[in-house]
């Protein structure tokens, strides 16, 4: 059974740095894309970045420039720094993974989320 824990939301200032963790159990993982979605209050939920197993990588327009996805396979683990923040970043953030190897194909699995309050 696949399970994703996030880690690493919290509050933090206008401007400011959080890096988000993500980390997977019951999968191949390297073979798997990842994903983080966010989903504020009264919104749908949107695709923040995504990572296939090849390290290609996908972003929002709305995060590029500002926010990075990384794998570290040996750990089973996607991070997600995200620099530069605005209250608009504010949201649920969700881990998510991919049967496939590609983005493309769409997410499978889901963590339980973790808050990111950017304040001003």
């Known amino acids: 059974q696949v399970q994703l824990v996030e880690s690493g939301g919290g509050l933090v200032q206008v401007g400011g740095s959080l890096r988000l963790s993500c980390a997977a159990s019951?999968?191949?993982?390297?073979?798997?894309?990842m994903g983080w979605y966010r989903q504020a209050p009264g919104t749908q939920r949107e695709l923040v970045a995504a990572?296939?197993?090849?390290?290609?990588?996908n972003y929002a327009d709305s995060v590029k420039g500002r926010f990075t996805i990384s794998r570290d396979n040996a750990k089973k683990t996607v991070y997600l720094q995200m620099n530069s923040l605005k209250p608009g970043d504010t949201a649920v953030y969700y881990c998510?993974?991919?049967?496939?190897?590609?983005?493309?194909?769409?997410?499978?699995?889901w963590g339980q989320g973790t808050q990111v309050t950017v304040s001003s």
């Open positions: 998510s993974l991919s049967r496939s190897g590609s983005y493309y194909g769409g997410f499978n699995y």
């Open positions: 990572i296939s197993s090849g390290g290609s990588t």
């Open positions: 019951g999968s191949i993982f390297n073979a798997n894309a």
